[in-house]
């Protein structure tokens, strides 16, 4: 098994910053893709990014393109998640997964952490 803490969220005004943390322990050696997701009030949850195990394979959403940055430490088992120019309809809770293969589809990942606030006011 393999579990995943998430950690930096908050509340921010428009066009700030926020940087999310994604801390794994466990199995982590089973771990080759991790990503980010978010689900807004009312609405599904949907993919944010993700990032292979060696860094250098990254997908966006088109919504956050230019503007959040995933990156991953394997040393610290950590990935963390980089919003810039954050903007009102950011505002969810941001979902750490982690799975054995990289993509974008929620059902490739084993793995989600409980979840963290993030809330953009205008």
């Known amino acids: 098994q393999v579990q995943l803490v998430e950690s930096g969220g908050g509340l921010v005004q428009a066009g700030g910053s926020l940087r999310l943390s994604c801390v794994a322990s466990?199995?982590?050696?089973?771990?080759?893709?991790m990503g980010w997701f978010r689900q807004a009030p009312g609405k599904e949850r949907e993919f944010v990014t993700t990032?292979?195990?060696?860094?250098?394979?990254?997908q966006y959403a088109d919504s956050v393109k230019g503007r959040f940055t995933i990156s991953r430490d394997n040393a610290k088992n950590t990935v963390y998640l980089q919003m810039n120019s954050l903007k009102p309809e950011d505002t969810a809770v941001y979902y750490c997964?982690?799975?054995?293969?990289?993509?974008?589809?929620?059902?490739?990942?084993?793995?989600w952490g409980q979840g963290t606030q993030v809330t953009v006011s205008s």
């Open positions: 990032i292979s195990k060696s860094g250098y394979s990254t």
């Open positions: 466990g199995r982590t050696f089973s771990i080759y893709g």
């Open positions: 997964a982690a799975g054995s293969v990289y993509g974008l589809e929620s059902d490739l990942y084993d793995y």
